[in-house]
């Protein structure tokens, strides 16, 4: 019975989170030119499913269960200043924002006709629309 | 009522699962004598870790003649550390959240279990299990410990050890010892404050926990002198643990600082960071310690367990190091005897800037999870390593739970201008005695050596080799279907047979290419 409180009070906030915070916006080509971008420098570490496998998982239950409510921001941060980690900071600016977008749409996350773009990022929060 | 019925059931069964267990080895007696014994019983099959092997039918006269005998796949990619472990015929082998039961003379696999974790994945790396009377108790990617039976495959128990949603996960090879067994935190790299604990062996029950980050009252709390700083101060337990069961004492080599590369951010010496930390196995209360670095800003941890053994009676530790250097301490006057390089060590000592400082070796090379051999009857160490460049910059200090926290970044030179080395040195002395090279690829496995004077590894092309202790001359060599050597070489002994075991098909961070090789156990022999 107490558990039950706990989890009612925890399901109210979220969705009071998840209202205040504004949705990803990334387009469907963001995301298919992220998609080259993440075989060729990602795959190897974290899967051709992104899986996860030397490296975390970046899609299904694992990954949103790390993300879920945190900043769009972070996660273009996390690959933005570590990836790949042999290499990070190599690529372009353009090549992780559309990195990310493809990771945002293999966990659900539907494109729309607002791309991504370093300000949008630093409002959005991961959350499914 | 229904699900106490259900609790009550499955406490009947685990009783039962346990009781089945009960009568197995390895014993503690046998496991006392694991250094010496003819099984393989831990990650570096003994307490002292010297992973020395007093078998010699495969020798220097017939090494070449050696050949593949049979090869269990586990057919998926993925990290693979472990080294397999062998008692009475039967390899155990630890993969991800997998655990399999392995006939160790023709591969045929005698169980399999897939445990299904109940927190995020942090790092599916598990690099061995203790081997306990009757139980195989392993780490996971999701930060618990669990026993298995080990004729069975069926949990005896499982317990969370700490919280993976934080970063916290458990790679190390636990040990077991009089009824205890030892399992630290790993995650330094997340920005985890890392513990060493004992647990129940028949039970899973916490017994004590050690704070490799010290505050308050703690020794060593005032060399963290920004205070704020251990809440993510680091402090991991990666590898393994050595111990000696004469006395109780459990040596740990806690690995880096976090942030990973702004030191300012932690000022002071950050105890107990990469160091060799001794505690009363016991009660979990600090012996002594020696720290390899103070302060470190570009994650060259002390990472790999320290190895145990007597120079003309007086004991010593050896520890090696990710810097590249291999410190020897006497533990009878608790000083250094000395340190010496395994490889080019270059601008160790210039902090980490933001316009990058390049450094040599970089944190994906020195000596890694594997740590040094040591060879009795030649008083000799026997030390995997790479020597391979980089260059560290500092970066923005941005805490995201769960997340890498770097402080900055690393950026590897190119994978083929890495050279993998097994160096040799004079235990008494420090003196380098050889030094085999392979050039163009890095050497993170295992290595093992045996009264036959030999010493095996591979490298992470997948080539097997094994060299002529004596000079590091190159007996034999073969390719594992190119996968990644990234487990230990076992030997062990069936039926007056000497065999060899290598795992291989380690899918490792930041230098697989885009298709790697799935894991494997060949397992080697005469013919």
């Given at each position: 019975m107490p558990m039950r409180r706990v989890f009612t009070a925890g399901v109210a906030l979220t969705l009071s989170s998840s209202a205040l915070a504004a949705p990803p916006t990334f387009t469907a080509a963001q995301s298919k030119a992220g998609q080259v971008v993440y075989v060729t420098?990602?795959?190897?570490?974290?899967g051709n499913k992104l899986q996860g496998s030397a490296g975390s998982p970046l899609a299904g239950t694992q990954f949103l269960k790390k993300w879920s409510g945190k900043k769009v921001d972070d996660l273009y941060y996390i690959t933005h200043t570590l990836m790949p980690l042999n290499k990070p900071n190599s690529l372009t600016d353009k090549q992780y924002l559309n990195v990310v977008a493809y990771i945002l749409q293999a966990n659900g996350i539907k494109p729309g006709t607002k791309p991504m773009t370093a300000v949008t990022l630093k409002t959005a929060t991961i959350t499914k629309k | 009522m229904q699900h106490r019925t259900r609790s009550f059931a499955l406490g009947l069964s685990l009783l039962a699962s346990f009781a089945t267990a009960q009568g197995l080895g390895p014993t503690q007696a046998e496991l006392n004598a694991a250094d010496t014994s003819t099984n393989w019983l831990m990650m570096n099959k003994g307490?002292?870790?010297?992973?020395?092997?007093?078998?010699?039918?495969?020798?220097?006269?017939?090494?070449?003649?050696?050949?593949?005998?049979?090869?269990?796949?586990?057919?998926?990619?993925?990290?693979?550390?472990?080294?397999?472990?062998?008692?009475q015929g039967v390899m155990y082998v630890t993969k991800g959240y997998r655990t399999y039961a392995v006939n160790a003379v023709n591969c045929n696999v005698i169980w399999q279990h897939e445990y299904k974790p109940k927190g995020p994945t942090v790092l599916e790396t598990v690099r061995g299990a203790a081997l306990y009377n009757g139980m195989l108790i392993r780490g996971s990617g999701d930060a618990r410990l669990f026993a298995l039976n080990m004729r069975t495959g069926k949990v005896m128990w499982d317990t969370q050890v700490a919280d993976s949603s934080r970063g916290y996960f458990t790679s190390s090879a636990p040990i077991a010892w009089n009824g205890l067994v030892f399992m630290g935190e790993a995650g330094a790299d997340w920005g985890t404050k890392g513990r060493m604990h004992a647990f129940n062996a028949q039970t899973g029950k916490l017994v004590w926990s050690f704070d490799l980050i010290p505050t308050g009252n703690q020794l060593g709390a005032n060399t963290w002198e920004r205070a704020e700083s251990t809440t993510t101060g680091g402090?991991?337990?990666?590898?393994?643990?050595?111990?000696?069961?004469?006395?109780?004492?459990?040596?740990?080599?806690?690995?880096?600082?976090?942030?990973?590369?702004?030191?300012?951010?932690?000022p002071g010496a950050n105890l107990f960071t990469n160091s060799v930390v001794v505690l009363d196995a016991r009660t979990g209360k600090l012996d002594h310690y020696y720290q390899q670095i103070a302060n470190d800003d570009k994650d060259l941890d002390t990472?790999?367990?320290?190895?145990?053994?007597?120079?003309?009676?007086?004991?010593?530790?050896?520890?090696?190091?990710?810097?590249?250097?291999?410190?020897?301490?006497?533990?009878?006057?608790?000083?250094?005897?000395?340190?010496?390089?395994?490889l080019r060590q270059v601008n160790l000592d210039k902090p980490a800037t933001r316009e990058g400082t390049r450094i040599c070796p970089n944190y994906s090379a020195g000596s890694q999870w594997h740590g040094p051999a040591y060879n009795p009857n030649m008083a000799a160490l026997f030390v995997p390593s790479t020597d391979w460049c980089g260059t560290v910059k500092l970066g923005e200090v941005r805490y995201v739970q769960?997340?890498?926290?770097?402080?900055?970044?690393?950026?590897?030179?190119?994978?083929?201008?890495?050279?993998?080395?097994?160096?040799?040195?004079?235990?008494?002395?420090?003196?380098?005695m050889w030094n085999y090279?392979?050039?163009?690829?890095?050497?993170?496995?295992?290595?093992?050596?045996?009264?036959?004077?030999?010493?095996?590894?591979g490298d992470l092309k997948g080539r097997f080799f094994i060299l002529d202790a004596r000079n590091g001359r190159q007996l034999w060599r073969y390719n594992i279907d190119n996968a990644p050597i990234g487990g230990g070489v076992a030997t062990y002994d069936v039926g007056g047979r000497q065999y060899l075991a290598v795992a291989a098909g380690n899918t490792s961070r930041a230098t697989t290419g885009p298709k790697p090789v799935p894991g494997r156990i060949v397992v080697f022999g005469l013919r």
């Open positions: 420098n990602c795959q190897g570490c974290h | 307490y002292s870790g010297q992973r020395y092997s007093p078998l010699s039918q495969i020798n220097t006269s017939n090494a070449g003649r050696v050949q593949r005998l049979c090869t269990f796949n586990t057919k998926d990619p993925g990290s693979f550390q472990a080294t397999p472990q062998v008692y402090g991991s337990l990666w590898t393994s643990y050595s111990l000696n069961p004469n006395n109780g004492r459990l040596y740990l080599s806690v690995g880096n600082p976090a942030p990973d590369f702004a030191a300012q951010y932690r990472s790999a367990a320290p190895v145990l053994y007597r120079i003309n009676g007086v004991p010593h530790v050896t520890v090696a190091t990710k810097a590249g250097s291999m410190f020897t301490y006497n533990e009878a006057t608790l000083k250094q005897t000395y340190v010496v390089p395994t769960g997340q890498l926290f770097f402080g900055g970044s690393l950026s590897l030179d190119p994978d083929n201008t890495a050279i993998g080395q097994v160096v040799a040195f004079n235990a008494t002395t420090g003196r380098r090279q392979v050039p163009g690829t890095r050497i993170v496995a295992g290595v093992t050596t045996t009264a036959g004077n030999l010493v095996m590894s």
